[in-house]
């Protein structure tokens, strides 16, 4: 990946597993897309659950150009997260109403263990066989 224009490019992973995933993910998607310009976006996809969790989830993965810095996207995709009911019960009830992470920052991988899962792998590499930001 490159940056352009002085901007910085970020990849991020979408995911929910409510009742209302795919609504929540495309919602989050609209958000991100407000944050970012040249945004691409995957399709959604529903993916198996990880680890312990028994409901699937519905993800995306978007590329996107920005001037800020890699820790205001972090910040404001946890804020994101929190007003949209990703909060403590949320998580001891398994229940991911909506996770938005940076999985890599121009180019650079900042989350291997989700570069490396399916559940970002398939929207990454249905966005990456066309062209980069």
């Known amino acids: 990946m490159t940056t352009i224009d002085n901007n910085s490019t970020v990849v991020v992973s979408f995911g929910s597993n409510t009742k209302q995933k795919g609504d929540n993910v495309v919602e989050a998607i609209r958000w991100f897309c407000g944050l970012m310009k040249d945004a691409r ?18 993800n995306a993965v978007a590329i996107g150009c920005t001037d800020m810095c890699l820790q205001s996207v972090t ?59």
């Open 41 to 58: 976006v995957s399709h959604v996809y529903e993916t198996a659950p990880v680890g312990s969790g028994t409901a699937p989830y519905a």
């Open 75 to 133: 910040m404001a995709a946890k804020e994101y997260e929190l007003i949209h009911g990703r909060d403590v019960e949320a998580r001891r009830n398994g229940e991911v109403p909506i996770d938005i992470d940076v999985v890599m920052w121009n180019g650079d991988i900042s989350r291997q263990q989700d570069f490396a899962a399916d559940f970002f792998q398939i929207g990454y590499t249905a966005l990456t066989r066309n062209q980069e930001c």
